[in-house]
């Protein structure tokens, strides 16, 4: 099965950086997207940042200017810099991928999930 594991999370004051990673493992044949959401306590899952393939990334209004997403293909890994946080952005960050998994005798495509990394911004 295919395994996304995200690290990076913790507790960082208001205006200060954390760095997230996500490595995706498993019987992979390509990775057509990644990206990361959030779900704060209360509050709807949202989309925080997502890049495609060929594409330019995608973010979210409040994340524009202070988030930036990359990718390295080579390691089936995506990451999320995270500048000048503010107490909004807590939340539990999510890893999602968009994955064609090899299997014996088909490729199959799918949406996986990782189980999240608390992100806490608080002075």
């Known amino acids: 099965q295919v395994q996304l594991v995200e690290s990076g999370g913790g507790l960082v004051q208001p205006g200060g950086s954390l760095r997230l990673s996500c490595a995706a493992s498993?019987?992979?044949?390509?990775?057509?997207?990644m990206g990361w959401y959030r779900q704060a306590p209360g509050k709807q899952r949202e989309l925080v940042a997502r890049?495609?393939?060929?594409?330019?990334?995608n973010y979210t209004d409040p994340v524009k200017g202070r988030f930036t997403i990359s990718r390295d293909n080579a390691k089936n890994a995506v990451y999320l810099q995270m500048n000048s946080l503010k107490p909004e952005d807590t939340a539990v960050y999510y890893c999602?991928?968009?994955?064609?998994?090899?299997?014996?005798?088909?490729?199959?495509?799918?949406?996986?999930w990782g189980q999240g990394t608390q992100v806490t911004v608080s002075s």
């Open positions: 498993g019987s992979i044949f390509s990775i057509n997207a």
């Open positions: 999602n991928a968009a994955i064609s998994v090899q299997r014996p005798m088909v490729v199959t495509l799918g949406d996986y």
């Open positions: 890049i495609r393939s060929g594409d330019t990334p």
